[in-house]
Nanobody
Framework: QLQLVESGGGLVQPGGSLRLSCAAS????????IGWFRQAPGKEREGVSC????????YYRESVVGRFTISRDNAKNTVYLQIHSLEPEDTAVYYC????????????????????????WGQGTQVTVSS
């Protein structure tokens, strides 16, 4: 059974930085596309950044382009989300999710806009940006 555990969240001032980690166990992530999603209170869950398993292509939500970077370390079976220049609007619970590469073919943008396409989810880590 694939399990995902997020870490690295916390309380940060505007303009600060964080690195979120998503550690996997049970299966190697080499054959899984990974997505980072976030959900603020009273709002829908939205895709932040996703990375494909086959060609390592990536997608970023427009509001995070240039500030967020997604990466994989296959040796550690871990996916990261490096965040810079945090804004109060980034405050949310951040989740990582995985989908097997043999599932229905979707572009990295399509999968990042479709949370239900991801069957495996972590429990989330809270990111709070406040002065």
């Amino acid at each position: 059974q694939l399990q995902l555990v997020e870490s690295g969240g916390g309380l940060v001032q505007p303009g600060g930085s964080l690195r979120l980690s998503c550690a996997a166990s049970g299966y190697r992530l080499d054959d899984y596309a990974i997505g980072w999603f976030r959900q603020a209170p009273g709002k829908e869950r939205e895709g932040v950044s996703c990375i494909n398993s086959s060609d390592e292509s990536t997608y970023y939500r427009e509001s995070v382009v240039g500030r967020f970077t997604i990466s994989r370390d296959n040796a550690k079976n871990t996916v990261y989300l490096q965040i810079h220049s945090l804004e109060p609007e980034d405050t949310a619970v951040y989740y990582c999710a995985a989908r097997f590469s043999g599932a229905i073919i979707l572009t990295v943008q399509e999968m990042c806009n479709t949370p239900l396409a991801f069957p495996h989810w972590g429990q989330g880590t809270q990111v709070t940006v406040s002065s």
